[in-house]
């Protein structure tokens, strides 16, 4: 859509989020190198899996990488409430360490929506207060499972607002989408 010395704003018309991910990384890696810094702001993307291949793709050449995801449905409820408001918004960042990179990758809730489908799968209950039922009771059961508890509460739930708000306002369109914190950008 647009690009300046060290960022790039890219619409991926709904396409995976591995090819154009590693597309904007090899594009970003050189101007990276002559700014000291570079970010790419990716709209309209599909699910990409395991966004923390980026980071650990950027460290393993050096460079501190740092992806923030803010693309699915609405899962993680705020503290205090039951109704989802904003996605799982994951952030990865890896690091340079010698021959293997520090590489983190966690969600914004306590646990990844995948918990209750593998937990569904496997026929086990969920992990205790994790996920919510729809009265805001904790759930255990995977079938009951209508919200997720944010990570360290209010500090996790503001991380995910935050990755919301940041790649909402790169594209000029504000904060949480009624449907889904993606549609944004």
């Known amino acids: 859509m647009r690009e300046s010395d060290a960022a790039l704003y890219i619409d ?36 990409w899996l395991r966004p923390s291949t980026i980071a650990e793709y950027l460290a393993r050449r050096g ?6 995801n803010t693309g699915g449905p609405r899962m993680v409820a705020p503290p205090g409430g039951v ?20 590489v983190a990758d966690m969600a914004t809730s306590k646990r990844a929506w995948g918990a209750v489908r593998e937990a569904r799968r496997a026929g086990e209950s969920l992990q205790r207060k994790s996920f919510y039922d729809s009265d ?14 944010p990570m360290g509460d209010s500090k996790g739930f503001a991380l995910g607002l935050l990755a919301c ?13 009624e449907e ?3 549609e944004l950008g």
């Open 180 to 182: 889904r914190c993606y």
């Open 63 to 68: 460079l501190v990488g740092v992806v923030v």
């Open 83 to 102: 109704e989802t408001v904003i996605g799982t918004n994951p952030i990865d960042i890896g690091i340079p360490a010698g021959d293997e990179p520090v």
């Open 136 to 149: 805001g009771n904790y759930a255990i059961d995977p079938d009951d499972a209508y919200s997720a508890v």
């Open 165 to 177: 708000r940041f790649h909402g306002n790169s594209f000029g369109v504000g904060v949480v989408h």
């Open 12 to 47: 991926a018309h709904r396409e995976f989020g591995v090819l154009v991910g590693r597309r904007a990384t090899d594009l970003l890696i050189p101007k990276a190198a002559e700014q000291g810094v570079s970010m790419a702001f990716i709209r309209d993307m599909r699910h």
